[in-house]
């Protein structure tokens, strides 16, 4: 894997990666933009930070091809966020980032606690053709889309005030996506969210996705190889929920073989097309990488996961007011007749 640094103004840095090594041709791209006013209050009821950002208020939203900053720069032409004129994959600091390396000082007459909204919120282009899908992508690109997951996170932690990056999408108008060009995002924080630490303790101490992946109920898998499996958990969440997982325990792809990394890219490419033949439309749905928070690192298990937010050919998940008073979860679906559909769908 190649990777070619660009410094943006105002601090931003694009970086662009590649199977092969390859020469780029530099063109001017879009002006960063200030930030201001980021930051976190500690809501003391709920012991949780919320993040404030007013500037996300103006992003860019569902622009058309002619006007989608993921796109390549063009000379003499339209400017992007990305200004080369073409690339294979590209990260780079969102211009509308809830959070920064220098965050404001901000000062508010408020006995509430505030923190600086330290870290960083990077835009992951998965390919620079704007009308490509997921899962028509190549298995080595996948590939390297996995590999660069990896390197993110590594490099981010590499810096001791970030304790918890999180590389994610969000795919579907349906739940808010404000552009079309496939992409995804990856967060670094300072802050490591409560659930994240529990969900990390549990790994530690229990081992919890090592044994669920070895003691899986069949009627649960849904694919794998010698290397990786796709499969319902048995206490999904959301409807057709399905986890990848390599069998190996690794904090991350950094820890696998090449032909690990390309099971677990088959399997990502198959389990978006399931998701999307299950009712003849595309899934909306958020798609999470999970690595370590700091501390518990080498007693972690790397999984993705993709939370699907479509239970029935009409019918959307939404979370509701059990859901979102309580963060209690209530499926119309069982997992086990959920990982039946899934697997016998014909995919090609
Ligand atoms: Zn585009």
């Given at each position: 894997m190649f990777i070619k640094t660009i410094e943006r103004d105002k601090g931003r840095k694009l970086y662009l990666y590649s199977s092969q090594k390859r020469e780029y041709n530099e063109i001017e791209g879009l002006p960063s933009i200030d930030q201001n006013n980021q930051h976190l209050r500690w809501n003391s009821l709920r012991n949780e930070w919320v993040f404030?950002?007013?500037?996300?208020?103006?992003?860019?939203?569902?622009?058309n091809v002619s006007n989608c900053p993921l796109c390549p720069s063009q000379k003499d032409g339209m400017k992007t966020d990305i200004p080369v004129s073409d690339y294979e994959i590209a990260v780079f600091d969102n211009r509308f980032s809830a959070l920064s390396f220098n965050p404001p000082n901000i000062k508010f007459e408020t006995k509430t606690e505030i923190s600086s909204a330290y870290g960083s919120c990077e835009v992951?282009?998965?390919s620079q053709d704007h009308n490509t899908k997921f899962q028509s992508l190549t298995i080595e690109h996948v590939s390297l889309l996995i590999k660069v997951w990896s390197d993110r996170f590594t490099k981010l932690m590499q810096n001791p005030n970030i304790n918890y990056v999180i590389p994610f999408e969000n795919k579907g108008k349906?739940?808010?996506?404000?552009?079309?060009?496939?992409?995804?995002q990856i967060y670094s924080m300072k802050?490591?969210?409560?659930?994240?630490?529990t969900q990390a303790?549990?790994?530690?101490?229990?081992?919890?996705?090592?044994?669920?992946?070895?003691?899986l109920d069949n009627k649960l898998e849904i694919e794998k190889d010698e290397n990786a499996i796709s499969f319902v958990p048995p206490f999904a969440r959301y409807p057709y929920e399905v986890w990848i997982a390599p069998f190996k325990r690794v904090d991350c792809a950094n820890q696998l073989a090449d032909k690990e990394i390309i099971s677990i890219a088959k399997l990502l490419i198959s389990s978006v097309k399931r998701l999307d033949h299950l009712f003849g439309k595309p899934m909306p749905y958020t798609m999470a990488v999970h690595f370590p928070p700091r501390g518990y690192e080498n007693n972690f298990h790397h999984y993705i996961s993709f939370q699907p937010m479509r239970r029935d050919t009409n019918k959307l998940k939404f979370l509701a007011g059990i859901e979102q008073i309580t963060g209690l979860m209530l499926s119309d679906i069982l997992p086990e007749d959920a990982a039946f559909k899934l697997k016998s769908l014909e995919i090609d």
């Open positions: 404030y950002s007013p500037v996300r208020q103006k992003r860019t939203f569902l622009p992951i282009s998965y349906e739940i808010g996506v404000t552009l079309e060009h496939p992409h995804g802050i490591i969210p409560e659930i994240i630490k303790k549990n790994q530690k101490i229990q081992n919890s996705v090592s044994n669920l992946i070895n003691s």
